[in-house]
C-alpha cells in the first residue's frame, strides 16, 4: 500500500476478528515499531507482546476505557523508564506499528493504562518503568460489525500560517 | 512509496537544502497530520506553519537543541491546550507528518521548544496553549553533507513476549 494512502485512511478500530495475527505481520509491524526515531536517538521504549487471552483480559482491567483489548488478538504494551521515557516517543513508536499494521489489512488503537501496578504485577517489569500506553491489534472484525466513522476537522481548523489565527 | 518502506527507511534528519518545500508537498503532509487519531478523537492539536527566515531564527533560539531548524525551510509548531493536550497525540501527528514527508523525497526531524514564552511571543497563540514540539522539514542535504545513521538496538533487545525478561 502507498504510505500516503496508508496514513491519510488509517482509522482507530476497537474490534476484531477472532483470527490470530500470523508471524509475519506481527514481526513487520514491531519493525516498523522498532524503527521509530526518538529523542537523541536514545530508544527508552520496549515493547512486551501480550497474545495470552488470560493476560488480555487482565490489560483489558488495567485501563479506563481498555476492556476492548480483551478481544484485540495481541497488545502491544510499551514500556519506559519513569525518568527519561517520552509520551512523544510512544506516540512516535505506536503509529509506525498502527499505520504498518493498517497496511498490511489490521485494525489497531491506542490504549492507556491507568492501573500502572496492575500491569506491571502482570508483565513483571521493575518499579522504576511504568507501560501507560499500549496498542491493540488483529484483524478486523467485519464491517457490518462496526462503522468507524471518527471525523477530522477541516485542514482550515487545523493549521494556521505564519501566526496564530483566533 | 510503499508504506512499510517508508517507515523502516525513514531517519531524523536536520541538514537540509535551501530550496522551498512545494506546496502541493506541504499540502500533503499537513493532511497527513490532520488524519492522525487522537484520543477520544478530541483533536486538541493544531498546527502553525513557519516558513519566514526572520522567525525561523527566533524558533531556532527557543530550544536548546533547536539551532538547525534555522536552516529548515519549513517548520511546524504543533501547538495543543496546556490542559488536555497530549504529548502522546502529539508524537502521532508528528510521525504521520514525517513518514509521509519521506515518501515524498523530503527530510524532517522533530524539534522540542524549551523556552514556551519566546515560542508563544512569536506566534501568539494563548497563554492557556503551548508548543512544546515542532517538526522542521525540506529537501535533504546532498549526501556527502551528512551522512545519517542513527543505529536501532537488535528486535530481540526491543521486544519481549509475554512477560518482561531481566
Known amino acids: 500500500m502507498d504510505v500516503y494512502e496508508a496514513i491519510v485512511d488509517k482509522r482507530d ?3 476484531f476478528s477472532p483470527d490470530p495475527v ?20 536514545q530508544q527508552l521504549n520496549r515493547i512486551v507482546v501480550v497474545t495470552d487471552p488470560d493476560d488480555r483480559a487482565t490489560l483489558a482491567e488495567s485501563g479506563k476505557f481498555a476492556d476492548w483489548v480483551a478481544g484485540a ?15 512523544f516517543d510512544i506516540g512516535r513508536m505506536a503509529q509506525n506499528i498502527m499505520v504498518a499494521a493498517h497496511g498490511l489489512g489490521l485494525a489497531s488503537c491506542p490504549v492507556t493504562f491507568h492501573d500502572e501496578d496492575r500491569v506491571r504485577d502482570l508483565l513483571g517489569f521493575p518499579d522504576d518503568h511504568e507501560a501507560p500506553m499500549g496498542v491493540g491489534l488483529g484483524h478486523p472484525a467485519p464491517p457490518e460489525e462496526e462503522k468507524q466513522s471518527s471525523p477530522r476537522i477541516p485542514l482550515d481548523e487545523l493549521v494556521d500560517w505564519g501566526r496564530w489565527k483566533a
Open 13 to 15: 478500530t476497537r474490534s
Open 22 to 41: 500470523s508471524d509475519e505481520d506481527l514481526h513487520r509491524v514491531l519493525q516498523a515499531g522498532r524503527m521509530a526515531g526518538s529523542a537523541k536517538n
Open 73 to 87: 488478538p495481541v497488545v502491544l504494551a510499551i514500556v519506559v523508564p519513569k525518568e527519561g521515557g517520552k509520551a
